[in-house]
């Protein structure tokens, strides 16, 4: 069965440091793969996904960058977080068109 | 574009009460439709899912019927329990968006026992 993989569970950070999250999945391959970001109490924003290795959608602009070195791999980065960058961060993938997406557990990240 | 509209909340119910939560959507074409719950400090769970016209997609007591002529996938529930507290969130896919698939607001909904 397939399973996904999703971390650190939780990170703080303070402002200007750099950022690496990282979301692997097993047991598919060519996953189309998606990082959203999700505001307290609030609904999910999409930020990037991928249909394919080296193969990045932005969906934002912002000070955040997403990475795909191998198939299953996923990577969310930052050169320099701001505070703005709060937030609950959840990575997904999908096997495409009208199917279902399947999120990983989440990483909450707070920037001090 | 593609849009999910849902009933915002939070819902407030007592254990073993009837549960409705609308979602109506918007969509040029035939997407499929989708409910997910977010637990506290989880990720998003698909709950069930409908693929076309007049499909009713159910799990764990939830049922939601795809409606095209009122462009609705109403989740409901016979009888929520004190764990069903949660976010529920409506979604499609498969349409003008692509890959990606559309959510909407999320719902956030509390069972007192």
């Known amino acids: 069965s397939q399973t996904i993989h999703q971390w650190p569970a939780t990170l703080v950070q303070p402002v200007g440091s750099p950022l690496s999250l990282e979301c692997t999945v097993e047991?598919?391959?060519?996953?189309?793969l998606y990082w959203y970001r999700q505001a307290a109490g609030r609904g999910l924003q999409l930020l990037f996904y991928?249909?394919?290795?080296?193969?990045i959608s932005s969906e934002v602009p912002q000070n955040l960058s997403a990475s795909r070195p191998q198939d299953r791999q996923f990577i969310l980065s930052s050169k320099k977080l701001l505070l703005s960058d709060s937030g609950f961060y959840l990575c997904?993938?999908?096997?495409?068109?009208?199917?279902?997406?399947?999120f990983g557990d989440g990483t909450r990240l707070s920037i001090l | 574009g593609d849009s999910v509209t849902q009933m915002e909340g939070p819902v407030t119910l007592s254990e073993e009460a009837f549960l409705t939560i609308n979602c109506t959507y918007t969509?040029?074409?035939?997407?499929?439709l989708f409910w997910y719950v977010q637990y506290p400090g989880e990720g998003l769970q698909l709950l069930l899912k409908?693929?076309?016209?007049?499909d009713k997609g159910s799990n764990k007591g939830f049922e939601a019927t795809y409606r095209k002529e009122t462009t609705s996938f109403h989740l409901e529930k016979g009888s929520v329990q004190v764990s069903d507290s949660a976010v529920y969130f409506c979604?499609?896919?498969?349409?003008?968006?692509?890959?990606?698939?559309?959510f909407g607001a999320g719902t956030r909904l509390f069972v007192k026992a």
């Open positions: 997904a993938w999908g096997e495409g068109s009208n199917q279902p997406q399947h």
């Open positions: 047991g598919t391959s060519n996953p189309n």
């Open positions: 991928s249909v394919g290795i080296g193969q």
């Open positions: 969509a040029t074409g035939y997407p499929s």
């Open positions: 409908a693929t076309k016209a007049d």
């Open positions: 979604a499609l896919s498969g349409n003008t968006g692509g890959f990606k698939t559309i």
